[in-house]
């Protein structure tokens, strides 16, 4: 049980993020059916580009709240200018190309911003310098960490802001509009050139954030972090459902919790001793309480991938995805 | 001064040329009616006049050439379309579809419109909370009426408002088009049911394969007997 709970609160703080990453998935998928593979590097450079900062102030003094704050607040501009960049070089001209080519080019875009960061950073796994003093709070049982909660409750006030836009402002009325029919949103004095910018300028403002949380989180980051958590944040988009953004949310904070407990248990799930006639057959190596464990935690992220894959073959439109009734 | 003045009008799509060199004029408080069989060239000749396809000709609109200006830029100037197949944002509620009609604006009255609108099409305000995409088809059409008139246009362009409508339905459409223009709202109106149109039209103007073949004062087409055999359905002669 305490495995259970620990597992819970690792995995909900992974998801969190993973949710803020995949907003910025869901968001540009909506609106122009594109999927933006350059968008986990955006998260890369958020965590690079904060960590060079925070490593600068790191010897100054200054309390680490503010440190991190200040890493944060460059790395959000730095992001959002790199993302409105790679929109606009590389995508709008391939506004009317068939979709193959915009992926194509993302997948390029990807590829190029991955390889200019390694010679910004280098290819060496760069740690974050240790500011943050390690707190733990015991919770029936888990222990969750200052950081933890940190992760959490930002991530949770992140939903709820982008929510707020998207659902109450008038920028987020003309970005769903423009999802449903760039056309006529034109047609009503919508620019739609600068809705598709502001889309990717504020998906690129929580990727910085998702970067700078995960390396704080992790203590580390390299050149090489961003493909392997926006392939996942992909996959919570496409589990939420793609172009969804309560989607992303929730499939975010899902594919946290399954990969933590995934992680917790295959263990022992697949530990051969515990079966009877396996264990015979492995022989000694189950003597005096031993172990023959098939997957280890090191596979947990695989289940990233599993998920994907069977959402794809059994709810292709994911958990919120597109609802029938509401189309015209 | 003409509100709308079109010349030369063109359109190509690849190598075909859908519209061939049209003239057309709107002036300011007219219900004027473009009206013609299936891919005439009616709608394209709409959508060319927004620049949502490209052309060739000469587009002005209150006095000023439109080319190169983009098609977010016309409803602050007043001219505003209602698209084909209504172009209702399904996901969107009632009355975001409304503000977004009033998107172009930026004034304090906005609000008092959306009112306007449901004092006009009360099912509408039956139904602000749900989304759009639920409403039949005669709901959805009022409702992309009232979202044009919500940016307060001065040149309204219809096309085929009445299109896959049930009869009844598409007289109650003809009626608001009508009162909309006794509002005071220039229309340009394409259409295909000819009579219905002409009916409320002062002038109209005929299209065939894709060039202007008659135009004149609508009751004049209306007793125009190429336009009753053709378009109204009657035998010649008869």
């Known amino acids: 049980m305490d495995i259970f709970l620990q597992q819970m609160v690792n995995g909900l703080t992974l998801g969190a993020v993973y949710a803020v990453v995949a907003l910025g998935y869901t968001m540009v998928y909506g609106i122009i059916q594109l999927i933006n593979f350059a968008h986990g590097e955006v998260v890369m450079i958020g965590a690079m580009v ?34 409105y960049t790679v929109e606009r070089l590389a995508y709008r001209p391939l506004r009317r190309a068939p979709r193959l080519a915009p992926l194509i080019t993302a997948i390029g875009a990807s590829i190029i911003l991955q ?34 909660l940190a992760i959490l409750g930002i991530c ?7 929510a707020g836009l998207v659902y109450r402002t008038r920028l987020g009325r003309s970005m769903r509009a423009t999802a449903q029919n760039p056309q006529v949103a034109g047609l009503m004095g919508v620019d739609i050139n600068r809705v598709i910018a502001a889309t990717f300028v504020i998906g690129a ?21 961003g493909s392997i958590l926006g392939l996942k944040a992909f996959a919570a988009a496409v589990l939420g459902g793609i172009g969804n953004v309560p989607g992303a949310m929730v499939g975010g904070l899902l594919l946290g919790v399954v990969e933590a407990l995934g992680a917790g248990y295959i263990g022992d799930i697949t530990d051969l001793c515990r079966y009877g006639p396996l264990a015979r057959a492995v022989g000694e190596r189950c003597a005096d309480g031993g172990h023959f464990v098939l997957f280890g935690s090191n596979y947990q992220d695989v ?9 794809l073959v059994f709810r292709p439109s994911g958990l919120l995805g597109e609802r029938v009734g509401d189309r015209a | 001064m003409s509100l709308l003045e079109v010349k030369g009008l063109e359109v190509h799509y690849g190598g075909i040329r859908a519209v061939k060199g049209i003239d057309l004029r709107v002036e300011g408080g007219e219900l004027v009616c473009l009206i013609g069989a299936n891919g005439a060239g009616k709608s394209s000749t709409l959508k060319a006049i927004c620049g949502l396809v490209s052309r060739s000709g000469s587009v002005s609109y209150a006095g000023m050439d439109t080319a190169g200006t983009p098609v977010h830029e016309l409803p602050r100037k007043g001219l505003v379309m209602v698209p084909e197949g209504r172009g209702i944002f399904p996901q969107l509620t009632v009355a975001e579809n409304l503000a977004m009609g009033a998107y172009a604006r930026n004034d304090a009255s906005i609000n008092e419109d959306i009112g306007r609108q449901y004092d006009m099409f009360p099912r509408l305000k039956e139904r602000r909370a ?109």
Not at chain 2, 157 to 173: F, H, N, R, T, Y
Request: with cysteine; hydrophobic share 55%; net charge neutral.
């Open chain 1, 50 to 83: 904060a960590f060079t900062v925070i490593n600068l102030l790191a010897a100054g003094g200054l309390p680490p709240l503010a440190v991190v704050l200040v890493g944060t607040a460059c790395a959000i501009p730095v992001c959002m200018l790199v993302s």
């Open chain 1, 115 to 148: 390889h200019l960061a390694m010679l910004v950073w280098s290819r060496n796994v760069l740690a974050f310098p240790q500011i943050i003093p390690l707190k733990t709070f015991s919770f029936l049982g888990a222990t969750v960490t200052g950081v933890q």
């Open chain 1, 156 to 162: 949770a006030a992140i939903m709820c802001g982008l």
């Open chain 1, 205 to 225: 403002g929580l990727a910085a954030v998702a970067g700078v949380m995960v390396g704080t989180y992790y203590g580390v980051a390299q050149y090489t972090m």
């Open chain 1, 303 to 311: 289940f990233a991938f599993v998920v994907l894959i069977l959402v």
């Open chain 2, 130 to 238: 749900q989304t759009a995409g639920t409403l039949s088809g005669g709901e959805q059409q009022m409702l992309a009426m009232g979202r044009a008139l919500m940016a307060r246009p001065k040149l309204l362009l219809l096309d085929e408002p009445s299109m896959g409508l049930a009869p009844m339905l598409v007289a109650k459409i003809f009626e608001i088009v009508r009162d909309i223009a006794r509002q005071g709202v220039t229309i340009l109106l394409v259409e295909q049911n000819a009579k219905l149109a002409l009916e409320i039209a002062s002038r109209g103007y005929v299209m065939e394969s894709g060039a202007v073949t008659l135009a004149d004062e609508a009751r004049k087409l209306l007793a125009e007997p190429k336009v009753r055999e053709a378009y109204l359905g009657e035998e010649a002669g008869a």
